[in-house]
């Protein structure tokens, strides 16, 4: 039987199959699948598994992981078990939403950049949904339509809603209808207020108990899937401020920034880092206004911590 991996807590897996049914999954011996990773976690959410179900006990749906299927995509970030261990956050994705405010708190260009070169690394397209525009006045509408601006003419695309008053959550639910989407934000810009719109009776704050540790509350660090009523699935992802540039050498880094791509081959030197080098395309095209200089300052930013974290 097939099934989707909905929550991992590491030995225990929520999976659903097709027609709905789900299973609590244990997963059998220790098989190594998707070898090309060293990752903490061999099944992730979002995998597609293989399962068994375990009659032994009628009263509980229990179930053997015997197979993972291969994946279109994943995600990564670095686990706190190693240096050069990484930790699966979410496989088979079809988009990312990143959420974000212009205000109370305010999102920085470097966090959406940080997130925007992790996604692109890993080929997940991104929609950036600026959230409570309920109480964007003139100056941060303008501050968002700056945003807006470059990050359209980048190729992203760009949302304005509000949680509160639901502006915006028709056009959200478009987005992700019958897609599989990974959600991220960081804290108090209104990501579980957002989920709680799209899955109304979900109710997302109570139901981060954990149920398996029997420890009472306690926010989960989980990754977890939910259906969406529409169509499709959201993962929602906690800690977002983890996710690293992973497993990126440097000389690669521009090419997660969609804009230098075209610049990239006419620098003089085929390992410019587009720093100080002569002749470099990228750093000519953001003089002449071409490259907006932000994206530049977080490019570089995020070159030097890639320096100084594995390279
Ligand atoms: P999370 O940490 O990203 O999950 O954020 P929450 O959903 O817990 O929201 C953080 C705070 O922002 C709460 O006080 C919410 O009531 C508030 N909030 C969320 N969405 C909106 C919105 O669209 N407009 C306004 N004004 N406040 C919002």
């Known amino acids: ?25 244990r997963m059998k011996g220790i098989f190594k699948k998707n070898d090309d990773i060293t990752s903490t976690n061999p099944i992730a ?9 375990d009659d032994s006990d009628a009263n509980a749906k229990n179930a053997m992981i ?3 299927l291969p994946r279109t995509n994943y995600i990564v970030r670095s686990s706190p078990h190693g240096k050069n261990k990484k930790h699966i956050v979410a496989a088979n994705l079809d988009q990312a939403v990143l959420v974000c405010t ?23 397209p991104v929609i950036l ?14 501050k968002f339509e700056a945003i ?8 992203y695309q760009v949302l304005l809603v509000s949680a509160k008053t639901k502006e915006g959550i028709p056009e959200l639910e478009a987005l992700l209808k019958d897609k599989t989407t990974l ?12 989920i709680n719109d799209l899955m109304p009776g979900l109710d997302i704050k109570t139901k981060e108990v954990s149920g398996w540790s029997g420890k009472g509350l306690h926010t989960t660090t989980f990754a977890e899937m939910h259906d969406l009523p529409f169509g499709g699935s959201l993962i929602d992802t906690p800690g977002v401020r983890e996710f690293g540039i992973v497993d990126i050498p440097k000389t690669e880094l521009s090419h997660y920034f969609l804009e230098m791509q075209p610049f990239i081959s006419q620098c003089q030197f085929n390992n ?11 750093k000519a095209a953001v003089e002449e206004g071409i490259i907006d200089v932000d994206r530049y300052v977080s490019y570089a930013t995020i070159l030097d911590s890639i320096q100084e974290e594995t390279y």
């Open 66 to 68: 015997t197979d993972i």
């Open 1 to 25: 039987m097939q099934a989707t991996v909905y929550k991992s807590t590491g030995s225990w897996y929520t999976v659903k199959t097709a027609d709905g049914e789900t299973f609590q999954a």
């Open 45 to 53: 959410v979002g995998d597609h598994v293989t399962i068994e179900a």
């Open 129 to 142: 949904v600026f959230n409570k525009m309920d109480i964007y006045k003139e100056k941060e509408l303008e």
């Open 183 to 194: 959600m991220s934000g960081h804290s108090g810009v209104g990501k579980s207020s957002l």
């Open 272 to 282: 410019c880092l587009h720093l100080n080098e002569p002749g470099c395309a990228v």
């Open 148 to 155: 807006e601006e470059l990050y359209t003419n980048i190729g």
């Open 102 to 124: 212009v205000k109370e708190p305010r999102t920085s260009q470097g966090f959406i950049d940080r997130f925007l070169v992790t996604a692109a690394a890993y080929h997940i």
